[in-house]
């Protein structure tokens, strides 16, 4: 029996500190293995924790709770696992068990193990299988959906559910209806369709290796010369220079050698096209893990990962805390992609998290990018990162050409100047397809009375509602609140009321004007929100289905449209003039990842910027796409006013509902942090650069050292102790280390 050992145990809950357990009664210790997730009674609750270490003894038994029961029998988190999290605990100062149960699948954080998902298919029966499509002249619906079920492959388990017949179109409800009551069509259940993405894929012969090119033979070989040892290497190259294709065939011989690789990618990287990249050239052993899945089908990926059965994890960021047993290297394609970043909650980078797991495995990482973050770029000029560079198109495509546009009084329709307008025409004369950028969606971002000047403001934060004219809706872009689009204005009963100000459902409407016969496409997050239909939109454009492509961010990243000869990029000025030092940065990376969706195939493709800044220095390096000018140049700046990466900062934030407590607690909590440690300077308080969102004020404290340890010392101090403030009841706070966003 196990009377005498006392149980450390990471339980979620907003404290910085572990617990002490004794063991659940009939428990040996042979069973209490590190790692291994125990109930334990928190509070008046019970919770899900994880085992950390077995002591002997502690003098204060016989104040201490038993644990429950045990729910494993083996680790879910492994020793490497734990000792990055604690890693992320301490550099992100932030509850440990709260890190712990962040890296864990949220069925595991449960103490009830998973349900298995299930989908519901209709599958042909054996007559329908037989019946002749010619029966169903009259009966266009049933007639497709029959077609659509006899071209599936003659398996058990093939079928097609509601999604897939959704894209049928129509009234495929009440036509399947008519089918089942034939005889042709059965209903029955399957498990979730995303798990049979585990389903075997045979690799076929026309997808195997390209040869590589020297560039990215000497960047395979680099890496494949130091498989054994920790090492950074940052691949830069433009988009289209056979980045991929490097990963794919490092890859290769990771999984040669019997190790498993992680590919991390940005929530909106992660496209079917990349995916079935990879599972062409490896078949089945690639597994994907995302937002989109359930709970069931992310824990089953988990679990396959962590059985070994897994050999490739392509993920967004929060697979960076995928098992591993057999680790072998670890990729992060666009690895200056601010989603990457987690935002809330424990605020970390992927990519610097994937850097640290790396390090502790004694793994090989690459970090690629087109347009590398500065941070990345200064490090690999240090030598602190190996420089891979490839500096051609593989395969010979050859470089856009890019021109600015001034568009400073020029006539424009909804946003496109004429000059453009007619490049529009010209190319798609020509065949070919123009991809049409600008960062935002809905149809106009202001509502204003022309008579009395009055503006359609969200009533809970500092800013306007944005026109949704297809949905007739008001919608804040910042805290989700909506009205109906008024037909008169609310201050003065006016008709005048004018959008002002361009998204791309207004683009949209002008070019569906401009260009009635050609097959417009906008792809944001108003025409993608269901599952599935994003991918459906990308394939359709992919395919070449569509003449014109319009779309935000979402457009810009990962996605091959070979079609595209021109892309033109309506409001660039934005970045030119943030308040967010990183804007700049933020917005050459931007253009140059949308202008390379130009002529990435035979055709060379065309980039037009417009612009009222004709004049910028930055944009004039931005069409000698001279990445590298770029980032040297800011970098200087950066350094002059000594910001990252030439010093380390975190921000403190805190919010209520009111605008004094907020302020009060960042005092307080900024003389405590100078008093800390020497050298550690603060800034602020300062109202957020949205200071009302969602009916809370937002107050930020910016901690800045030139020295990383400082910093951090500093933090270590303070923050544990910040719940204790009197003030702290009263705000919500929290705190984020190496910030990319400026709230
Ligand atoms: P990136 O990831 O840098 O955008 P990819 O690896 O996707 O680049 O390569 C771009 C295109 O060029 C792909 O269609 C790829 O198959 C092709 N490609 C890559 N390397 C070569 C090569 N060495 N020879 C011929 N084609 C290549
Ligand atoms: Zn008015
Ligand atoms: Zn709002």
């Known amino acids: ?206 997808t195997q290796a390209v040869t590589l090119n020297s560039h990215q033979q000497i960047a395979v070989q680099s890496l494949l010369d130091d498989l054994e040892r920790f090492q950074v290497s940052l691949l830069y190259g433009v988009t289209g220079s056979g980045k991929t294709e490097v990963y794919l065939q490092a890859i290769a011989s990771v999984l040669q050698r019997g190790r498993q690789a992680l590919v991390l990618v940005p929530e909106i990287g992660l496209t079917p096209q990349l995916v079935t990249r990879f599972r062409q050239r490896f078949g089945a052993v690639v597994d994907v893990m995302h937002s989109g899945l359930n709970d069931g089908e992310r824990y089953r990926a988990w679990q396959r990962a962590a059985s070994g059965q897994a050999r ?223 991918d459906a939109l990308l394939e359709q454009a992919e395919r070449g289905e569509a003449d014109i492509l319009i779309g935000t961010q979402l457009l810009a990243k990962g996605h091959h449209f070979p079609g595209v000869t021109l892309v033109g990029i309506l409001n660039s000025d934005q970045g030119l003039f943030s308040v967010d030092f990183r804007a700049p940065e933020r917005m050459a990376q931007q253009v140059l990842q949308v202008a390379g969706r130009a002529g990435r195939a035979d055709k060379p493709g065309e980039v037009i910027i417009q612009t009222h800044s004709p004049d910028h220095p930055l944009l004039h390096s931005l069409t000698r796409q001279d990445y590298d000018r770029i980032a040297r140049t800011l970098l200087q700046e950066r350094e002059l006013v000594e910001l990252p990466p030439y010093s380390y900062i975190a921000l403190l934030r805190a919010e209520a509902t009111d605008a004094q407590h907020p302020q009060t607690f960042l005092h307080q909590a900024a003389g405590k942090i100078t008093a800390s440690t020497n050298n550690v300077e603060t800034l602020g308080p300062v109202p957020a650069p949205m200071e009302r969102r969602a009916g809370r004020y937002r107050y930020q404290l910016l901690i800045q050292c030139a020295e990383r340890g400082r910093l951090h010392h500093a933090l270590a101090t303070v923050i544990p102790q910040l719940g204790t403030l009197n003030a702290a009841k009263r705000v919500r706070w929290s705190v984020d280390v190496d910030p990319v966003d400026s709230y």
């Open 1 to 206: 029996m196990s009377q005498s050992v006392v149980l450390s145990v990471a339980v979620p809950a907003p404290l910085y500190q572990y617990f002490d357990y004794l063991p659940p009664v009939d428990v040996t210790t042979a069973e209490l293995t590190p790692g291994i997730r125990l109930e334990v009674p928190f509070g008046r609750r019970q919770c899900v924790g994880v085992l950390l270490a077995v002591h002997k003894g502690s003098d204060f038994r016989g104040q201490l709770k038993r644990a429950t029961r045990v729910l494993d029998s083996e680790p879910v988190l492994d020793d490497n696992m734990r000792q990055l999290l604690d890693w992320a605990a301490s550099y992100y100062h932030h509850p440990p068990g709260e890190v712990y149960s962040t890296a864990l699948p949220a069925s595991l954080r449960r103490s009830r193990p998973p349900r298995q998902h299930t989908l519901d298919v209709w599958q042909l029966t054996q007559s329908g299988r037989q019946a002749s499509v010619d029966e169903l002249k009259r009966s266009p619906r049933q007639r497709e959906i029959l077609i659509a079920l006899q071209k599936l492959p003659d398996e058990p388990d093939s079928g097609l559910d509601r999604q897939q017949l959704q894209q049928l179109g129509g009234d495929w409800r009440n036509a399947l209806k008519k089918l089942v009551a034939r005889g042709w069509a059965c209903q029955r259940s399957r498990p979730s369709a995303r798990d049979t993405e585990a389903l075997p894929i045979e690799a076929s012969a026309a």
């Open 312 to 534: 490739i994890i392509i993920g967004t960021r929060s697979a960076v805390f995928t098992p591993l047993p057999e680790p072998g290297i670890i990729v992060v394609d666009e690895e200056h992609d601010s989603s990457l970043k987690q935002m809330e909650g424990l605020r970390y980078s992927a990519r610097d998290v994937a850097i640290m797991r790396a390090r502790l495995s004694s793994i090989p990482i690459v970090l690629g990018s087109a347009t590398p973050a500065l941070e990345s770029y200064h490090n690999a000029n240090r030598g602190r990162y190996r420089l891979l560079h490839l500096p051609a198109r593989a395969g010979g495509a050859m470089h856009p050409t890019m021109q600015l546009l001034d568009v400073r009084g020029q006539p424009m329709d909804e946003g496109i100047s004429w000059p453009l307008m007619q490049s529009i025409q010209q190319h798609l004369q020509r065949g070919g397809q123009v991809l049409l950028f600008l960062n935002r969606r809905g149809y106009a971002p202001t509502l204003l009375c022309h008579d009395c000047g009055w503006v359609a403001q969200c009533r809970r934060c500092d800013a306007h509602m944005t026109i949704h004219q297809r949905a007739e809706r008001l919608r804040c872009h910042h805290c989700g609140a909506e009205a109906a689009l008024p037909k008169k204005c609310p201050g003065c009963l006016s008709n005048e009321l004018r959008p002002v100000g361009q998204g791309t459902e207004r683009t949209e409407t002008a070019l569906q004007q401009h260009f009635p016969e050609q097959r417009i496409l906008r792809i944001d997050r108003d025409t993608t929100q269901r599952r599935g239909q994003m």
